[in-house]
């Protein structure tokens, strides 16, 4: 999948983290990391190829670095306003507020340009990104009472809209590829996984 991504130059790291966590993540340079909590929570190979590409989607979009650009100039425009203008210090926590929800907008953005990434991806090396969409309703149940967080207070777009946005890609991709035959691999994802820890491993208690 690194190979078709628009970095494919890049060496990329991949990582499993023993966690009970259900998440994945992606830091620049090529670092991927997936937790244990997540990877049990897959029903198959092509919501793996998904995700894989949508963490993938976040490396070579630059997310990280355009994230931190983005924040560091942020907050130097505040610290330079509350210097050149006394006035400025009264309205410093609205300004610190909107510069928040700014952030929480460019998140929600780059989730969602990395869910177009995942698609494209996982559909070019030949997986179903159907099951993509789907994996989002998996994480819609997960979330439980925070699902009804309103989607402008979240770093994450609404897995209920995520599900049908990446759907459509989904569609729109595979006739690209003209192909009709795309790979899910249930039971051989389910086979690898076999005898994975859930939840908090004992053992480490010990």
Known sequence: MAAVSHRSNLEYHFKVLDSPVVNAFALPGGYVYFTRGIMAH?????EFAGVLGHEIGHVTARHGARQQTTQILGQAGLIFGLIISKDFAQFADVASQ?????FLKFSREHETESDRLGVEYSTKIG?????????????KRLS??????PTFMSTHPDPLDRYNTVG????EWQ??????N????????????DGIVYGEDPARDM
């Open 127 to 139: 997986y179903d990104a159907r099951e993509m969409a789907g994996f989002f309703q998996t994480i």
């Open 98 to 102: 909107a510069l928040g929800l700014l």
């Open 42 to 46: 897959f029903n198959n190979e092509a």
């Open 168 to 171: 459509k890609l989904a569609v």
């Open 175 to 180: 006739q690209k590829a003209g192909g009709t």
């Open 144 to 149: 439980g009472d925070q699902g009804g967080i």
């Open 182 to 193: 795309f790979n899910v691999n249930r039971d051989a994802y389910l086979r690898m996984i």
